[in-house]
């Protein structure tokens, strides 16, 4: 059982960043594969990021080079940077725990509430 809050969505103007972050609960916090999804008006779920235990990272390409995920052990916190925002990256975002060996996206069986990001044109 891990609780996740996610906070830092907002309002941002294209080009603009902004930094999520997701604490969990659970003092197992740092084996857990920890995931990024995002859900845009009137599309499907998006895997975006996710990173190991080990701190090995994977975007989906929309995002890499703009977007950076972490996690911080010490604080069973998880981060999104997200950089040179753009309007389609506009959605909830959700942060996710797996602990699977090798999860692929439906292993990720605990989730945050979500945070609204909106990116203005």
């Known amino acids: 059982q891990v609780q996740l809050v996610e906070s830092g969505g907002g309002l941002v103007q294209a080009g603009g960043s902004l930094t999520l972050s997701c604490a969990a609960s659970?003092?197992?916090?740092?084996?857990?594969?920890m995931g990024w999804f995002r859900q845009a008006p009137g599309k499907e779920r998006e895997l975006v990021a996710t990173?190991?235990?080990?701190?090995?990272?994977n975007y989906v390409d929309s995002v890499k080079g703009r977007f950076t995920i972490s996690r911080d052990n010490t604080k069973n916190t998880v981060y999104l940077q997200m950089n040179r925002l753009k309007p389609e990256d506009t959605a909830v975002y959700y942060c996710?725990?797996?602990?699977?060996?090798?999860?692929?996206?439906?292993?990720?069986?605990?989730w945050g509430q979500g945070t609204q990001v909106t990116v203005s044109s």
């Open positions: 996710a725990a797996a602990v699977a060996t090798r999860p692929g996206p439906n292993d990720y069986n605990y």
């Open positions: 659970g003092r197992t916090f740092s084996r857990y594969f």
């Open positions: 990173i190991t235990s080990g701190g090995s990272r």
